[in-house]
């Protein structure tokens, strides 16, 4: 049964990779001139891919939410939570892309002077609704995300070009109701019907899966392999680069050792508690704080700095690094490493995208290796940003440490269950005998310093 789902994510992703040109074309088009039913084509494919992989991913979650209830029941083997990662990204990648194309056909609708490509325009944007719109559960749930997206990309979009750009009107997705979603029992159910009427679109051949096969192991490359020629020519393991000795992912760690991160902070209630019982445990972690919340809440960075934790960097503002130009970026790797290190007081050596996003875009790590940083990515993802309840978080970092037994665990300091979790992991892992280390003295040791 295992098997059989992690085939459909390798054909999830194929599909996926294999419509990526047809993205490309699709802004083209946009560029010079577009008919309605290039952009419908286009649009549907899209939205087919995207609905495909979401849908690929809900599912895992709701197996791996399953196994979680069960005790004697195993987690996900390696192996495949590296396919899952890489669709993963790939999935988010379609998510912006069909977004970024979304507002460019409304910029066109409210801009164009050719009464005809108007009407085209209108009659695609009306598809597009009205797929968004769809009374099917899947679909409901699939493009929950990407709604969200169109919508953050709209008001980003006004805010930011208000005075030239007045043409805008802003759309009208309206948001899901919480009723559309039952109990879990009925919701899978559901699920799993609407799965045989999306079958058409998944429908794979032999090509298809040796395309897959290239790609996904392509990507699961970059995130996680060891070393390459680069680093036994330098004699290190990590240094700034924009490759994968530039990454910190964590299974190259001894056994038994783990990096404690929190993201997204300082927050003045959650981070003081988690100081608290870090101190108490004798134990030390890595906070990635945002410009904006350290500008905020200065007195935290002494108070970290007093228990010797780690400091690094998560950008300025939160910002979805794939999402900006060369400006944005600017603003958001270097002028927050910039102000970061004012206040900090020190050079900061250790970077992460906001969502891991970034990570395999070689002008976003190229800043960063620029800087003298290395990004951090994780293999234990707690989820503890969207599961609000801290037994179950901790029962998913626990499981995960246990099957990898190395790494880098990812925690956000600005949730109360993330301060519950994280406090009983650590209470757990002692028992463990696990050493956490901060960033800095892991990369000494393995780089032989
Ligand atoms: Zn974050």
Redesign the pocket.
Known sequence: MRHFKLTSLYIGTIIAILFNPLMHSYAKTLENKLTAKEIQKDLLKATQIFSKGEFLLMEFDFESAAKLRNENDSLIDLESYQKLTALNFIKTKHLHLISQKYLALHMLINKTTDSQLKKEAQVSLNLFHKMLSSNNLLYKLAFEDLRNEVNEEFKNKILTSQHEESYFIAPSIPPIKSSAYKNHAELVLELRQSRKMLQAFGESSPFLEDELDQEVRFIVKSLYSRTNEEASFLGKVFFPSTGQNGNIVGLVFPKKTWALTY??GPNPLHTKNILNFLGELKVKANF?W?AQNVIAHQDLVKEVQSQGHLLAN?TWS?AQLTKLDQGGLFKEINQSTTILEKIYGHKIEFF?C??GAGNNVERIRKRIADLGMLHVFWNVDTLD?QDKDPESVFKRAQKQMLQYNRGVVLF?DIHPQSVIASKKLVEWSKVQGVRWVKLNDIVKELNGE
């Open positions: 993201d997204d990635f945002l998560h939160h992460r906001p969502y940003w956000h």
